[in-house]
């Protein structure tokens, strides 16, 4: 089986147990793991962050790496994700011919893909203390959180609390 994971939203040292769990699933999933084939999804900023060992696992850097150009290719990608419907994101995962991609950052993106996905959920917390987030915090979440849970085919939350809020709340 060829699976994908998509590590571009990983910010190295910025993102606590998040970005923790991530590398180690990876290296947890290359100790484990010899008959799969792994595709790391990340942008150059984080492919340091990242240690591949087992010649069953790559990486596959995304987007471009710091220049003089990074700004106007960064907008350039963002409007290809909302114009063309995942666009960039999109053709760079579909090129790899996978059969599952897992979304281990509570979002599924690009949302277009047609690819069986796991999501790993992280919290609702927006739910229950809405106070604590911003507007454009609790609009983001509104507007990615559910659609990207209803989209997986496969779901890991993060503790058995974010199971049951998730169940409740559907």
């Known amino acids: ?17 998040t970005e923790t769990y991530v590398k180690n699933l990876i290296i947890h999933l290359q100790k484990v793991d010899e008959s799969n084939e792994y595709t790391v999804f990340c942008r150059p900023s984080g492919t340091e962050s990242i ?6 696992f790559r990486k596959v850097v995304v987007g471009p790496r710091r220049s003089p150009l990074t700004l106007p ?4 990608i963002r409007l290809s994700e909302v114009l063309l419907a995942g666009g960039f994101y999109k053709w760079v995962i579909a090129k790899e011919h996978l059969d599952l991609v897992h979304f281990p950052f509570t979002i599924i ?3 277009s893909l047609s690819l069986p996905t796991v999501l790993t959920f992280w919290d609702m917390q927006q739910e229950f203390y809405p106070e604590f987030f911003s507007s454009n915090d609790l609009s983001t979440r509104s507007k990615f959180y559910r659609p990207s849970c209803n989209k997986a085919d496969r779901i890991i939350a993060a503790s058995q609390f974010t199971k049951m809020a998730l169940i409740s709340s559907k």
């Open 1 to 17: 089986m060829k699976i994908g994971i998509n590590a571009i939203p990983l910010v190295p040292g910025k993102m606590g147990g």
């Open 73 to 76: 290719l960064r907008a350039l």
């Open 109 to 111: 993106s690009p949302y």
């Open 51 to 56: 240690r591949i060992v087992r010649p069953n």
